[in-house]
């Protein structure tokens, strides 16, 4: 894909939504980090559902470092994977009370010390939190940018360093966001919605769906006219058909054999 394309694909995904939203509810940094956290293998809205009782309990680190992992639980009890995400949120909470004056780092080294935090993990917070232009590469990510030809790669790193040197600077801040949620949304993973895709001529997707994404089909050839065989001459009265002489001339064989016994 050539960058005059990708810069295309991001000037229509910028006019369609100026100004992108995550779509995790929170207040402030640590908010964010721990619904981020949750999220892991889980949806937006299951952890909006629990962090809608959780925080107004408890959401900075001294009060969740103070409700320990078994007071956590009850409140992410519905988040998949809930004993460990708690045992993390608790550990990180602990973390950035001593060691960062209960404020969330604002560093990729620092954020990734943090238990629970990875690259996705802290690049989200980064970019949604702190304003940094980074690229966190999800599933919805990295199929948005192998499938449309964006930024492919074999992995989610490889896909975030091609992207990150592809995508023009005046749209990598939102371009995380973007991309999620045109994964989320429109390039989904079964059947992707082509017919309301807003970059469906600059995607290199071979196989688009909808009757807008399918070349027409070239009409067809009349056949041709058949060749009328020439037909035979009907054959004389009396005479024999070729295909019979063989077997009438084995019959006078016959009765000449039979007259000779």
């Known amino acids: ?22 779509e995790l509810c929170y207040t ?25 009782k959780l925080f107004p309990v408890a959401n900075t680190p001294a009060a969740i470092a103070g409700l320990g992992i078994e007071g956590l639980t009850p409140y992410v009890s519905s988040i998949g994977l809930y004993r460990n995400k708690a045992k993390n949120i608790v550990a990180a909470a602990e973390i950035i009370e001593r060691e960062h004056g209960g404020r969330v780092p604002e ?7 943090l238990p629970g935090v990875g690259r996705k993990t802290a690049s989200v917070v980064l970019n949604t939190a702190f304003g940094q232009p980074t690229i966190a590469v999800d599933t919805h990510i990295f199929r948005v940018a192998n499938r449309t030809g964006l930024a492919p ?27 999620i949620l045109h994964g989320r949304y429109v390039c989904v ?3 992707p919605k082509c017919d309301a895709c807003a970059i469906r001529d600059l995607c290199e997707y071979p196989a688009k769906t909808g009757a807008a994404a399918v070349p ?9 006219a058949a060749k009328s065989a020439s037909p035979r001459p009907p054959a004389a009265p009396g005479a024999r058909s070729r295909g019979t002489q063989p077997m009438a001339k084995s019959a006078r ?3 000449r054999r039979g007259r000779a016994r």
């Not at 640590?30 to 809608?52: H, M, P, R």
């Not at 027409?216 to 041709?224: D, I, S, T, V």
């Open 1 to 22: 894909m050539t960058p005059a394309t990708r810069r295309a694909i991001f000037e229509r995904l910028a006019r369609a939504n100026p100004e992108p939203k995550t």
């Open 28 to 52: 402030t940094p640590f908010e964010l980090l721990v619904a981020v956290v949750l999220s892991a293998q889980a949806t937006d809205k299951g952890v909006n559902k629990a962090t809608a």
């Open 107 to 113: 560093t990729r080294e620092a954020l990734e010390r």
């Open 153 to 179: 790669g074999k992995d989610v790193l490889a896909v975030e360093r091609a992207l990150e040197a592809g995508v023009p600077e005046a749209f990598r801040r939102h371009a995380h966001h973007w991309l």
């Open 189 to 191: 993973a079964r059947n």
């Open 216 to 224: 027409p089909k070239p009409a067809a050839r009349k056949p041709a």
């Open 253 to 255: 064989a016959g009765a």
